[in-house]
């Protein structure tokens, strides 16, 4: 089954105070770790989705086979970033998959699970569960596609997740794994390994 990768990188990054996606973790831009790992997963394409001021982004990934989306308008709203990777998406693909770049706990053999689990279900989506708390990676099959193209805002794909949970594929990782990169404080934490 295949399976395209949709990782936003679109963001304002208002917490920060400067684009998180570019601050380095063990020596790596942190979009750059996720796109690197979700290539390793066997995801294909991995569709990066950037706004107009992309540039950056891109040559932090120079040299990875990786696709754009770009952003025209939304401010940052999560669902924006969701609607454009999805349009981006190819014909012959199955499912996508979305993946944060600031959960930098996130492996490879997590999204390589995500993606055999989902391929051996009938499950129209896979969520991940960090000990109750649902959040990415999570997998949606195309079938899905128009009703997250329908919502709007930053909780999005948490509405169709809902709509959904009983049929879905739930995979359970531990909650430590959770933790993202938001504000200066959390990238402190995660660059003294304290995450």
Known sequence: MRVAGIVPAAGASRRMGANKLLLTVNGEPMIRRACQRALKAGLDPVIVVVNAQGAPVREAL??????????????????????????????????????????IHVTVQMLAQMRTRAADSDAPLAVSSYEGTLAPPMLFRRGLFAELLAVAGDGAGRTVVTRHLDAACVLGWPAQLLADIDTPDDYVRASSGKT
């Not at 086979?65 to 981006?88: D, F, I, P, R």
């Not at 014909?91 to 998959?97: F, L, Q, V, Y």
Request: charge should be negative; include cysteine; hydrophobic fraction near 50%.
């Open 62 to 103: 120079r040299g990875l086979n990786c696709e754009y989306a770009t952003v025209t308008a939304g401010n940052g709203v999560m669902s924006a970033s969701l609607h454009a990777g999805l349009a981006a998406v190819p014909d012959d693909a199955a499912a996508a998959m979305i993946i944060l770049p600031d959960m």
